[in-house]
């Protein structure tokens, strides 16, 4: 990341900073990240200008741009990251999943992992290249990215996978796998609410309260 760039977003972020407002950001992360204070929609508006002006700059350089984000104290600088690697994210290409899933597993918690998600459902473009891997991945957010990165893909979800998935990772306790697997499995039952019924109603023994409860949120109610 050259200077200039760094200096003008600075300047940008500091130009949005609501002053008071660090303090609730970190709470609400159970004081795990540092924050200087910007709101989602002020820093996009801040920093969208900037980012813009690195379209076509190749995906090495975009990721070189988001490892250096990434390495910044502050929050927001990586969800500046995550709105560069979205903005650009045609740019990349199935070789640098190995790279994104490297930044999932660094300063880790659901917001920066959950956006990553979305990222790499749109660099796969309905494949699941590493996916199979992930699943088994050692570190638990990997694990949430294969659970998630279906995510809005409708008619196009390997359902085979997504059931299999939600399986393999059935027993675990980890909050945020349960509920992952429950995101998952609701979010398909937009697209087809029968199927879900079918496979939570065969696999309820298997699956955790929560999962189950989060895949029949809407389902329950009709």
Request: positive net charge; aromatic residues 10%.
């Given at each position: 990341?050259?200077?200039?760039?760094?200096?003008?977003?600075?300047?940008?972020?500091?130009?949005?900073?609501?002053?008071?407002?660090?303090?609730?950001?970190?709470?609400?992360?159970?004081?795990?990240?540092?924050?200087?204070?910007?709101?989602?929609?002020?820093?996009?508006?801040?920093?969208?200008?900037?980012?813009?002006?690195?379209?076509?700059?190749?995906?090495?350089?975009?990721?070189?741009?988001?490892?250096?984000?990434?390495?910044?104290?502050?929050?927001?600088?990586?969800?500046?990251?995550?709105?560069?690697?979205?903005?650009?994210?045609?740019?990349?290409?199935?070789?640098?999943?190995?790279?994104?899933l490297e930044l999932?597993?660094?300063?880790?918690?659901?917001?920066?992992?959950?956006?990553?998600?979305?990222?790499?459902?749109?660099?796969?473009?309905?494949?699941?290249?590493?996916?199979?891997?992930?699943?088994?991945?050692?570190?638990?957010?990997?694990?949430?990215?294969?659970?998630?990165?279906?995510?809005?893909?409708?008619?196009?979800?390997?359902?085979?996978?997504?059931?299999?998935?939600?399986?393999?990772?059935?027993?675990?306790?980890?909050?945020?796998?349960?509920?992952?697997?429950?995101?998952?499995?609701?979010?398909?039952?937009?697209?087809?609410p029968e199927a879900?019924?079918?496979?939570?109603l065969k696999e309820?023994?298997?699956?955790?309260?929560?999962?189950?409860?989060?895949?029949?949120?809407?389902?329950?109610?009709?």
């Open positions: 990341m050259n200077s200039e760039f760094r200096t003008a977003l600075d300047t940008a972020l500091a130009s949005a900073t609501t002053p008071g407002r660090a303090p609730a950001m970190r709470a609400y992360m159970r004081d795990q990240f540092d924050f200087l204070g910007v709101g989602t929609p002020q820093r996009r508006l801040a920093a969208k200008p900037l980012l813009k002006q690195l379209k076509g700059n190749g995906a090495d350089n975009l990721l070189h741009y988001a490892f250096e984000l990434w390495a910044l104290p502050q929050r927001e600088y990586q969800y500046v990251a995550i709105d560069l690697l979205d903005m650009h994210s045609k740019e990349l290409e199935l070789v640098h999943i190995p790279k994104l999932v597993q660094h300063k880790s918690w659901w917001d920066t992992v959950d956006a990553l998600a979305s990222v790499i459902g749109d660099v796969l473009r309905f494949r699941h290249d590493g996916m199979d891997r992930a699943v088994k991945h050692e570190n638990m957010w990997v694990r949430r990215i294969a659970l998630l990165h279906q995510l809005g893909w409708r008619g196009k979800v390997d359902t085979d996978r997504l059931f299999n998935y939600a399986l393999a990772l059935a027993h675990e306790k980890e909050f945020f796998i349960q509920k992952a697997i429950g995101w998952a499995l609701r979010d398909y039952a937009r697209h087809d879900i019924r079918a496979f939570t309820k023994q298997q699956l955790s309260a929560l999962s189950y409860r989060e895949a029949n949120k809407h389902l329950l109610a009709e």
